[in-house]
């Protein structure tokens, strides 16, 4: 199982954002551990799994559907 595995710098440089943006908004909200990152050796140093990271970038939002209850029990599609 091949896996290219980057740092937050070398991150940045493909997806644009800052090494600080990524390490302090992405992980943990978008990028998950053993999903999009692994911390090798229970370490502190982070390394960005970038198969995982690329299907993330190109997947499909899912639009969520805005469900509004009423009063009487019913729903409105807003």
Excluded at 62 to 76: D, E, T
Aim: proline content about 4%; some cysteine.
């Amino acid at each position: 199982m091949q896996q290219t595995l980057l740092n937050a710098k070398e991150l940045s440089q493909r997806i644009k954002f800052s090494p600080g943006y990524i390490n302090h908004v992405l992980k943990d909200s978008v990028f998950f551990e053993g999903v999009h990152y692994i911390k090798p050796f229970g370490g502190r140093k982070i390394f960005y799994i970038w198969e995982a990271i690329e299907l993330e970038l190109f997947r499909k939002n899912q639009q969520k559907k805005l469900i509004i209850p009423m009063a009487k029990g019913g729903i409105c599609n807003g």
